[in-house]
């Protein structure tokens, strides 16, 4: 069965830093592209960076120079560090296949980034 599961997220003050980690099954991950997205209240999901197999990188650009999406092929695990955290990077994150070129996998519980003083 497919399973996205998410962690690493938290309660921090602008500036700081947290790092996100998601674990996939396997056959998802080697196949992939992998990418982080968030959603905050009241918008719609906006994908955040993406990393190809290769490890190819691609950013929104509000988050260019503040996080870094990386990837472990050995343990099928993909993360986003993210520095220098504004209040405006609050929201859910989740990891998911770059779904611009391949259909979504079930979506996984998320974790919740909240950027405040």
């Known amino acids: 069965q497919v399973q996205l599961v998410e962690s690493g997220g938290g309660l921090v003050q602008p500036g700081g830093s947290l790092r996100l980690s998601c674990a996939a099954s396997?056959?998802?991950?080697?196949?992939?592209?992998m990418a982080w997205y968030r959603q905050a209240p009241g918008k719609q999901r906006e994908l955040v960076a993406v990393?190809?197999?290769?490890?190819?990188?691609n950013y929104k650009d509000a988050v260019k120079g503040r996080f870094t999406i990386s990837r472990d092929n050995s343990k099928n695990t993909v993360y986003l560090q993210m520095d220098s955290l504004k209040p405006e990077d609050t929201a859910v994150y989740y990891c998911?296949?770059?779904?611009?070129?391949?259909?979504?996998?079930?979506w996984g519980q998320g974790t919740q980034v909240t950027v405040s003083s």
């Open positions: 998911n296949v770059d779904t611009r070129f391949t259909a979504a996998q079930p």
């Open positions: 396997g056959s998802i991950f080697i196949i992939n592209p």
């Open positions: 990393i190809t197999r290769r490890g190819v990188t």
